[in-house]
Each structure stands twice: as structure tokens, then as C-alpha cells.
């Protein structure tokens, strides 16, 4: 039992960088818009946090932080996509582009310094209960925000007006502008919310995952994040699943290793991405269920005309 | 604008000029690393070795360095860079670099080459290596003492000779006080991805290893460690730090003393290619300071060390394959040759190699 | 204030033209202001960085080598980006042909003569679209985002590789490291200037396939049908071209250019199969792609401009100690003001100021 709670633990850890990443790129793409600069903004947020934390000496300022520098950094790209109207894609690659390079000059003083981890819950008489008490009582703070993250997004897309609005303006921008709606200012606000949710996702590498700073450290988690969105046919349940399948399928593969199953490592290595693949086609297959799902606006610039 | 050109040109003309005409009195030795020297691990190493000479000798040095280089055509790009810009002297420090360095040796017979870790050489390029198996057998009988479940966890990056090497080592090591003593093996496919190798770690740990034991780079997997309130060793560079109430200790690389002489020679005139494979006693292999053990096995691990600085080599017979076979006799020590082409385990290593 | 676009009847003409050099110019302000920040003195700094590289032949050949495969890919990209197709994976494709082609040297070592390096380029584009069938056949017959698709192949690529150096295909004579047998003379893609420096013919590849591709896109009906399909597939559906044959055929086209660079590389460059034959040409060619505004011609400009920002930033790390981050800095910077500025060809841009919206809305 106890090597069991332990893998789900080992599997939240793991799963909720993935989550709160894809959570955010799931309103910005709701919303028409695809920001394929998701690693970029997440590196910016693992830098910032881990440099906030380390000089305040307060993981949570730098947790503060690193929402912060995600929010920030993401509207380069919202000027860039919205403002200006340039190819998303390219220029989401190319914030990725200038996010690992400036985190890597922002970090050099940071490199071998042990950073402030957030400590995790523990609530007297809950946290000890067995079994479900570490579970549910026992965990670091950024799980709970991102189980509440999925709450609140779920909730915000299908049960508010707002989130309709934004739905529809994902679907057809220029039929919502007809109706008046200020489609910019709605993704405006969605992109920076996907900034600050990949920040936040950052955050938690250098904070929680593995509290220190090196270059690169988000590890390609970004695309990652990207294909959960797509994987989720943009709902936010489904990311939720998801992340936790990928987490699992990637933290067995090392107990599969640590088992001794003669297996080659690079085989077992790759299971988690033909996983992503073989689960993208399963899902996809039903064309008319994920047309209804996927944003038709996604990835089109929209300029309103005067 | 094309004025603009005419006058950058002949800045960087003046200054090309201005450079080599220091050049001429200092010696200008370069480094080429694989990593970014932000790695905390490998090529921080061996900058912390460039900065030593830096230290060490001066005025009467000048020294550059080109990191993150990739191997293939951005490697021999490097080489090739750094000899002409100059640098009297060039250190390649990853194995992949041996064929480019090598190219660059021929096409640059005035510039000393050393190259780390390859075994090609040629009459202006040196060949230099640590001794880390040396350490790692210490590690093993550290394992073995305070373990109490007698199974170490042990991360490692890839299959090539010097990982293997390692793993061997410590299992001999481990061994010669418990016999009986596991190493449950997960391989990572990567030298640097401190969120794997704190995953690898978590696994491990849950399947019942207490030691961590890593050739990875990061310290993620020494967190893990303190966070459960179990052991592990470091990996570099020391990382007490990073795991205060975890680490026994620390396989470290000290590149600093190596490079120091090596620069001194090419001052002094003396320098020729060699061959060498520095251990502890060259004070390249490094053991941190043991810390949370109890002194019996400090004093054990202590003695070990002093062993082999004096000579002792840990893969003496009688060692058996993992199948079985007998490798080395009674008495009998593995030659270099064979321990820089290991593709093999001894015996008692639950795992497979990929063939 | 706010900043409006106003859309123009047509493209500028004149702003087609200048978008670039503003690009460039805006780029060498912020550079300067960065070196300026790093404590180094901007002009110094551009010296070594733009001026040096190209002002020796060494580094020209160096600049080809290091442009070839970056050109190679991205021309094979734009026929993709083109059609609305989105090919990310050219990274995997890359390494792919890298393998595919090396079965010849390394299978068959002792095999030479004129057609052995024929054989290993055509096998080498064959791995390269084979393998960007896969995205393709899903993307058609499953309806599966090629994004994702192309990108989880590529780390699937990069294992299998890694396996096989280590495994089947290691060198028994290289003392157990990760490399394949070095490959005979006749599997190497011969240097194009000995006497002068490294450039293989994997440049000449690159620039045949530009003025190819350009001639497909801009001159054979098949590029209209790419355009067609890229800007409105319904309106290429009423033109009666299929959608699907088009996936297959972008995907196609692109992983054997890709494929094609990868061998090159492999042959020309390297000699040898290592666990990795890419620092990212793959996911660079993206960049070069819209650098060169999906133009196959314009591509070969953006290729080897960004192959100069690489060797400008080893050269201002070897001589100033900057950072080799400053380089991916840099890279990034000149793309984001190269779209900027791309706005003005098909809008103006207008100042608004508060008083004036609120006359606007008044209206």
C-alpha cells in the first residue's frame, strides 16, 4: 500500500506542471489563438521563481513571481499575434526561442545554489490518516492549485457567460465581432492567463519538482503540455486525464527499469510520446466529435476591419 | 553604410591586431566543453579547472572557451576557431570530440591539444582521463555499511565504457562487505534532466533501495534523498548544500591541478604529449568530506581511499563475469586497455547491458 | 494610446522590400543595447559578431556547412506551410535519413565505388519521407493533429537512434563507445573547395533544391494547387484537388529534403553515426522558414543569416566571453521584429490616441 501512494505521489508531481501548463494553453487556444511559445514562458517562470525564492528566501513570493514573469513574458507575444497580426506559430517559436536563451543569461548567478522548496501541506489529525490522508492532505500546495485550476476553468468555459463569449470568439472571430464583442481584448486576457498558468508551471519545476536552477531544466514539458491540450480535444477534464496517464506512463517506465524488465531503455523511454501518439489517433478518430470540440478559429490572426 | 563597414572593419582589424600582439607574450590557453558551464555538473567542472589556472598563473595566461558545442561539424568549427584565434594550447573535454580535435591537430601541428576521456592521440595531442571507478568502489563499501535494506539505487546516464566501469566498481565494493549486496539500475538516456532523475530516484526509493548512487549531474536525485530522509552520494561536484542530512559524500572532479601543470609545462617549454589516467592520489578524483556515518565507516571509508591513492587498484581478482566466467584471477589486475573498452558487468549486477 | 491596423488594398510593394532592413536595423538597436548591458562595447561587438565571420574564407566554408542543412529542411518546410500543413518533426525526418542512408556504410563497410553515395542520398530521402508518411497517413486517414504527431516522432527518433550506436550498430573496434564504423572514402560526400576549407556538396544540394522548390511553387500548377489548398481548402476542393493526396505530398516532400540534409550531414560532415547528428537543425529550419517568408529563394538569404548569428556568437564568446545564450537571444529578437515589421506589407499601422477613439465611437 505504502509503495502504492507513494507511485501516485511520485505520478501528482509529475502530472502538475504538465496540467496547469496545458490548462492555460487550453483557454488561450479556446479563445482562436495558438501559442506554441508554452516552453519559452515556462523556463521564464522556473527562472524567475527559483530567483525570487532564492533571494527573498520565500518560495512563495518566488511561486508570485514566476506567475508573474509567465504573465509578462506572454505579452510579447500577445502584441506580437494580436496587435501586430503575425503568424502565430512562428512567432510562439520564437518566444520559446528567446525564453531559454534569456533564462540562461537571467540564471547565471543562480547555477549551484539550493533553492526554497514549498513545503508541503500538513494538516494535524488529516495528514496522517493512512493511505488517503498524504493523498489528499499531504501534498505540496501547487497540486491543490491545480486541481482548483481545473475547477475554475472547467466552471468558467461551460457555466458563465464570459466563457461562452470566449468560446465563441474561438469558434468564429468574425461573427462575434459582428456582435460587438471586443474580440482583442478578450485574447488578450487569455494569452496572458496562459502566460501566467505556464509561469505558474515553471514555478513549480524550481520550487517543488526539483528546487534548484539549471539551464533548460523544463526538459521539452512545454511541447508536452501542447499535445495534452490537443489530446484533451480542449477540454479541461480530459488535460486533467491526461496529464495523469502521461505522468503514469512515464514514472512506470523507470519502476519498469528499476524492476528489471530486459527491455532497452530507449524503447521504454519513447513509450511515453507513442503513447501520446497512439491516444492522439484514438481520440481524433471520431471526426465529428473533435471538429465540434476544436476551436475553428485556431491559429488565424483576426484584424477587425474599420 | 558602406562607410559604416569600412570603419567596423578596421576596428575589428585593429583589435585582431591588438589581440595577437598580446598573444605573443601570454600563453592562450582554451577549453571546449560539451554542456553549458551552467550545468552545475561536467562542464561546470572542468570550467572551475579553467578558472584555476586563471588563478594560479596570471598575467602569464590568457584564457577563452567555447561551451554547449555540439559534436559533428559545430565541434570541428570550435577547434578550428580556437586555433585561429590564437590559443597556444586547447583542452577537449568530452569524448565526442576526438575525431575533430584530432582533424585539428593534424591541420594545427604548433597548437598543444589534450583531449579528455577518447583514446586517439597524436604527436601534438595528449590524452587525459580520471580515474573515477577509483572512487566509485569506495561509494560501494559506504552502500553497503549503512544500507539496510542492501539495495543501492543507482542512476545512470548511458551505456558507454566509463558508466559501466562505474557501476562495476561499485559493486565490487559493495560486495567485499556484503556479498550479497543489489543494485536496482535505471537508465535515464540523458547526462542532465534533474526532473527525470528525481522521478528515477522517487522510483527507486519505492522500490525498497535506501542508497541513491548517481552518474547523472543534476542533484535532484540528493533532494529526493533528504526529502525522504535517506542517503545518497554526489555527483561532480560536491553537493552538500543541496542535501545537508543526505549526502555521505561526493565523487567530485578537480580538474584544477591537471590543468595547472599542463599550462605550466607549455610555459616552461617542457610539454609533451602523454597518456595519463589521473586517480586519487593525483587529487583529480576527489571524495567530499563523509558526513552522516558513523565514524567506524568514515574511518573505513577513509582507509579505502588511502588504499588505492597508494596504489591498490579495485579491480583486482578474483572478480567473475556476470555470468559467471572468471574475468581476473587471484591477484590478477585488470589492464587499462580493458577497463577503457568495458562493455561488460561483473557479477551480482541485475541488469542488462544493451549489445 | 492604442495602435490600430488599417489592412491595405494590396500588398506594399515598397514595405515587401524594406521590411527587412528595418527588421535589421531595429535588431542591431536592441543587439546594441544588450551588448551595451553586458558591459561591452556594441561596435566592437557587431565587428566580431557580422563583420569577422564573412570576412575569412575559413568561416565562408564554415557558414556554408553550418547553413546547408538549415536551408535544405526549411525549402522542404515552406512547400508545408504553404499548404497549411504543419510539419514540426523535420528534426526526426532529419535523423531518419541520417540512418536510413548510413545502412550502406554501415552494413555493408567494405562496399565502394561511384554509386555507393547515390545509393545512401536516395536512401537517405527515402527515410526522410517515409517517416513524415507517418504524421501524413495519420493526419488523413485518423484526423490526428500533425503538430503533435511530428513532434512526439522526432524524440521517438532521437531513442532510436541512441539505441542503435549503442547496440546493433556500434563499432566492435571503437573500444565500446557509442559510434558506428568511420565510413570509406566512397560513402563521403566530397568537400567542394579542398584546398580552402571543409563546405561539402551538401551546400550545392541546398541551393538545387531552392531554385527546384521555387520553380514547383511559383512556375508548375502543382504550386498553385499548394497555394490554393494553403489559403481556402474549400475553394481548392471546387478546383477539384484533394486535400489528403496534398497532405501526403507536402509531408512527403518535406521529410525527403529533410532526410537528404540529414545524410549529407552524416556523410559530409560527420563520417560516422553518433548518438546525436543534430544541434536542433530541425526545429532551426522553423525559423529559417519564416525568416525567409516561406519564400524558397528568400530562404537561402535566411539560412545563411542565421547560420552567421551562430558563428558570431562563438565568435564574440571566444573573444569578448559572452555568453553563448546571447546568440539564441539575438536569434530570437531578429525573428520576432522580422514578423513585426512583415505587418507593414499588408497593413498601416495608425496611432490612436484616446480623443480620437472616443470620436470614433462617437460616430
Redesign the interface.
Known amino acids: 500500500m505504502e509503495i502504492a501512494v507513494n507511485i501516485l505521489l511520485t505520478i501528482a508531481t509529475a502530472a502538475t506542471p504538465l496540467l496547469i501548463a496545458a490548462m492555460g494553453e487550453l483557454v488561450v487556444e479556446r479563445s482562436g489563438v495558438l501559442n506554441l511559445g508554452v516552453e519559452g514562458m515556462m523556463i521564464m517562470g522556473a527562472v524567475g521563481g527559483f530567483g525570487a525564492g532564492y533571494l527573498t528566501g520565500s518560495p512563495w513570493i518566488g511561486l508570485l513571481v514566476a506567475v508573474a514573469m509567465g504573465a509578462v513574458f506572454s505579452l510579447l507575444f500577445a502584441f506580437m499575434t494580436l496587435t501586430l497580426a503575425t503568424n502565430q506559430v512562428a512567432t510562439g517559436l520564437s518566444l520559446t526561442l528567446l525564453g531559454l536563451g534569456l533564462s540562461g543569461m537571467m540564471g547565471t548567478s543562480f547555477v549551484g545554489q539550493p533553492g526554497e522548496r514549498l513545503p508541503n501541506l500538513d494538516i494535524p489529525g488529516l495528514t496522517s490518516i493512512p493511505v488517503v490522508g498524504k493523498l489528499f492532505f499531504g501534498q505540496d500546495p501547487v497540486f491543490y492549485i491545480s486541481i482548483a485550476l481545473t475547477i475554475a476553468v472547467a466552471w468558467f468555459l461551460f457555466r458563465t457567460r464570459t466563457g461562452l463569449t470566449l468560446r465563441s470568439i474561438g469558434d468564429s472571430h468574425t461573427s462575434a465581432h459582428a456582435l460587438g464583442i471586443p474580440v482583442l481584448r478578450y485574447r488578450y486576457l487569455a494569452v496572458v492567463f496562459g502566460g501566467a498558468c505556464a509561469g505558474l508551471a515553471g514555478g513549480q519545476l524550481s520550487l517543488v519538482y526539483t528546487p534548484q536552477w539549471v539551464e533548460n531544466m523544463s526538459a521539452g514539458r512545454g511541447w508536452i503540455a501542447l499535445a495534452l491540450v490537443v489530446f484533451a480535444s480542449w477540454r479541461p477534464w480530459r488535460v486533467l486525464g491526461g496529464a495523469y496517464i502521461f505522468g503514469a506512463v512515464w514514472i512506470g517506465q523507470l519502476h519498469a527499469q528499476a524492476f528489471g524488465i530486459p527491455v532497452p531503455s530507449q524503447l521504454l523511454s519513447s513509450l511515453p510520446y507513442l503513447a501520446t501518439v497512439v491516444v492522439l489517433v484514438l481520440i481524433s478518430r471520431n471526426k465529428r466529435l473533435t471538429m465540434m470540440n476544436t476551436p475553428a478559429s485556431l491559429g488565424q490572426p483576426f484584424v477587425p476591419d474599420r | 553604410m558602406k562607410r559604416l563597414l569600412i570603419a567596423l572593419m578596421t576596428t575589428t582589424a585593429a583589435l585582431s591586431v591588438a589581440a595577437s600582439a598580446e598573444a605573443a607574450d601570454k600563453l592562450k590557453a582554451c577549453w571546449v566543453y560539451t554542456g553549458p558551464i551552467g550545468d552545475f555538473g561536467y562542464s561546470y567542472q572542468h570550467d572551475q579547472g579553467r578558472l584555476a589556472v586563471e588563478k594560479a598563473l596570471g598575467d602569464k595566461v590568457e584564457t577563452a572557451f567555447l561551451e554547449n558545442v555540439s559534436e559533428g561539424p559545430d565541434a570541428d568549427r570550435a577547434f578550428e576557431r580556437l586555433a585561429r584565434e590564437g590559443c597556444n594550447m586547447i583542452f577537449g573535454t568530452s569524448f565526442g570530440f576526438m575525431d575533430p580535435e584530432l582533424k585539428a591537430a593534424k591541420k594545427f601541428p604548433d597548437v598543444k591539444f589534450e583531449h579528455a576521456t577518447g583514446y586517439k592521440s597524436a604527436d601534438n595531442m595528449g590524452l587525459y582521463n580520471a580515474r573515477f571507478y577509483e572512487g566509485r568502489y569506495v561509494l560501494g563499501q559506504i552502500a553497503a555499511k549503512e544500507s539496510k535494506t542492501g539495495v543501492a539505487g543507482y542512476i545512470v546516464s548511458f551505456p558507454i565504457p566509463e558508466v559501466v566501469m562505474g557501476i562495476n566498481s561499485f559493486m565490487l565494493g559493495a560486495q567485499s562487505i556484503n556479498p550479497d549486496f543489489k543494485a536496482k539500475i535505471v537508465w535515464v538516456n540523458s547526462w542532465f534532466d534533474p526532473g527525470k532523475e528525481a522521478d528515477a530516484a522517487k522510483a527507486l526509493f519505492d522500490q525498497g533501495a535506501d542508497i541513491i548512487v548517481q552518474h547523472t549531474d543534476s542533484t535532484a536525485a540528493l533532494q529526493v534523498a533528504e526529502e525522504r530522509k535517506l542517503h545518497g552520494f554526489g555527483q561532480s561536484s560536491d553537493m552538500i548544500k543541496f542535501a545537508p542530512n543526505a549526502q555521505l559524500t561526493s565523487l567530485t572532479d578537480e580538474w584544477g591541478p591537471y590543468y595547472v601543470s599542463r599550462v605550466q609545462a607549455a610555459l616552461d617549454g617542457t610539454w609533451k604529449p602523454d597518456n595519463v589516467w589521473l586517480g586519487i592520489k593525483d587529487g583529480a578524483v576527489k571524495l567530499a568530506p563523509f558526513t552522516n556515518m558513523p565514524d567506524d565507516v568514515k574511518a573505513m571509508a577513509e582507509a579505502t581511499a588511502k588504499k588505492i591513492s597508494e596504489g591498490w587498484n579495485p579491480f583486482t581478482g578474483p572478480v567473475a563475469k556476470q555470468d559467471g566466467t572468471e574475468w581476473l584471477k587471484d591477484g590478477e589486475v585488470a589492464d587499462d586497455g580493458t577497463l577503457l573498452g568495458m562493455n561488460f558487468y561483473v557479477k551480482g549486477v541485475d541488469d542488462k547491458l544493451p549489445q | 494610446m492604442r495602435?490600430?491596423?488599417?489592412?491595405r488594398p494590396q500588398r506594399s510593394v515598397l514595405f515587401s522590400a524594406l521590411s527587412p532592413f528595418i527588421a535589421f536595423v531595429l535588431t542591431i538597436v536592441a543587439g546594441a543595447i544588450l551588448f551595451a548591458l553586458l558591459g561591452v562595447n556594441p561596435?566592437?561587438a557587431?565587428?566580431?559578431y557580422f563583420?569577422?565571420p564573412v570576412?575569412?574564407v575559413?568561416q565562408l566554408h564554415?557558414l556554408a556547412?553550418?547553413a546547408a542543412p538549415l536551408i535544405l529542411i526549411a525549402v522542404g518546410l515552406s512547400v508545408c506551410?504553404r499548404a497549411n500543413i504543419?510539419n514540426i518533426g523535420a528534426e526526426g525526418q532529419f535523423i531518419l535519413g541520417g540512418i536510413v542512408g548510413s545502412i550502406v556504410p554501415v552494413m555493408f563497410p567494405t562496399l565502394e565505388g561511384p554509386l555507393v553515395l547515390p545509393l545512401m542520398l536516395l536512401l537517405g530521402m527515402v527515410g526522410g519521407a517515409a517517416y513524415a508518411a507517418i504524421p501524413a497517413f495519420?493526419k488523413t486517414r485518423?484526423?490526428?493533429?500533425e503538430?503533435?504527431?511530428s513532434?512526439?516522432?522526432v524524440?521517438?527518433a532521437q531513442?532510436?537512434l541512441?539505441?542503435l550506436v549503442?547496440?546493433p550498430w556500434r563499432d566492435p573496434q571503437g573500444?565500446?563507445?557509442?559510434q558506428t564504423v568511420q565510413f570509406n572514402a566512397s560513402a563521403i560526400l566530397p568537400e567542394l573547395f579542398p584546398s580552402s576549407g571543409?563546405a561539402n556538396w551538401g551546400f550545392v544540394f541546398a541551393l538545387v533544391a531552392a531554385v527546384l522548390v521555387w520553380i514547383l511553387m511559383n512556375r508548375v500548377l502543382k504550386g498553385f494547387e499548394v497555394r490554393v489548398l494553403g489559403s481556402s481548402p474549400r475553394a481548392g476542393r471546387f478546383a477539384g484537388f484533394s486535400l489528403g493526396r496534398m497532405v501526403f505530398f507536402a509531408f512527403m516532400l518535406s521529410g525527403a529534403l529533410a532526410g537528404l540534409a540529414g545524410i549529407s550531414?552524416v556523410s559530409g560532415?560527420?563520417?560516422q553515426l553518433?548518438?546525436?547528428?543534430s544541434?536542433g537543425y530541425g526545429?532551426t529550419a522553423?525559423?529559417v522558414a519564416?525568416l525567409g517568408r516561406l519564400n524558397p529563394l528568400g530562404i537561402v538569404a535566411a539560412g545563411l543569416v542565421l547560420a552567421l548569428t551562430y558563428?558570431g556568437g562563438?565568435?564574440v564568446?571566444?573573444?569578448l566571453?559572452i555568453?553563448?545564450?546571447?546568440?539564441?537571444?539575438?536569434?530570437?529578437?531578429l525573428?520576432?521584429f522580422v514578423?513585426?515589421c512583415?505587418?507593414l506589407i499588408h497593413?498601416r499601422i495608425r496611432l490612436v490616441g484616446f480623443g480620437a477613439s472616443r470620436i470614433?465611437e462617437a460616430r
Request: glycine share 8%.
Open positions: 495602435i490600430e491596423l488599417v489592412k561596435l566592437t557587431f565587428g566580431i563583420i569577422e570576412s575569412q575559413w564554415e556547412i553550418k506551410y504543419w495519420l485518423f484526423n490526428t493533429n503538430i503533435l504527431t513532434l512526439m516522432l524524440y521517438v531513442l532510436f541512441d539505441w549503442r547496440g573500444h565500446g563507445f557509442p571543409r550531414e560532415a560527420i563520417n553518433q548518438p546525436v547528428i544541434p526545429f522553423i525559423i519564416f558563428l562563438e565568435a564568446q571566444s573573444a566571453g555568453s553563448d545564450k546571447v546568440a539564441r537571444v539575438f536569434q530570437g529578437m525573428l520576432f514578423l513585426g512583415d505587418t497593413y470614433e
